[in-house]
C-alpha cells in the first residue's frame, strides 16, 4: 500500500506562485503515472495534471495548461506541482494521486490518493 501526504498549500495573492509536494512512502511510485486534481467547494474533483511513470510526459487540464507543470523525482519518491499566475479560481484541494489513466475521455486514478492540500488564491 503506498501512502501519499502532500505539502506545499496555503494562502496566495492572485498572480502569485505555490509549489506542491506528493510524497510517497510504503511503496515506491516510480513505476505509476502519478497526477494532481482538486475539488473546489460545491463542486465535484476534477483532474488538473499528470506525469508519466518517466516523467517524460505530462498532460494538463485546459485550465491550468501554461500555468501549472508537474515533475516527479523518482529518487525521491516525490511528486511536484509548481504552480504559477494563480487565480481565485485555482482556490480548492489539491490531491496527489497514484495510477493516473486516461479512461473514457477523461483521467482517473486507480490507486492511492492523498489527504489533501488546500490553496487558496485572493484576489
Known amino acids: 500500500q503506498v501512502q501519499l501526504v502532500e505539502s506545499g498549500g496555503g494562502l496566495v495573492q492572485a498572480g502569485g506562485s505555490l509549489r506542491l509536494s506528493c510524497a510517497a512512502s510504503?511503496?515506491?511510485?516510480?513505476?505509476?503515472?502519478m497526477g494532481w486534481f482538486r475539488q473546489a467547494p460545491g463542486k465535484e474533483r476534477e483532474f488538473v495534471a499528470g506525469?508519466?511513470?518517466?516523467?517524460?510526459?505530462?498532460y494538463y487540464a485546459d485550465s491550468v495548461k501554461g500555468r501549472f507543470t508537474i515533475s516527479r523525482d523518482n529518487a525521491k519518491n516525490t511528486v511536484y506541482l509548481q504552480m504559477n499566475s494563480l487565480k481565485s479560481e485555482d482556490t480548492a484541494v489539491y490531491y496527489c494521486?497514484?495510477?493516473?489513466?486516461?479512461?473514457?475521455?477523461?483521467?482517473?486514478?486507480?490507486?492511492?490518493w492523498g489527504q489533501g492540500t488546500q490553496v487558496t488564491v485572493s484576489s
Open positions: 494521486a497514484q495510477d493516473v489513466r486516461k479512461s473514457g475521455g477523461s483521467y482517473s486514478a486507480f490507486g492511492s
Open positions: 506525469i508519466s511513470w518517466s516523467g517524460g510526459s505530462t
Open positions: 510504503g511503496r515506491t511510485v516510480r513505476s505509476y503515472a
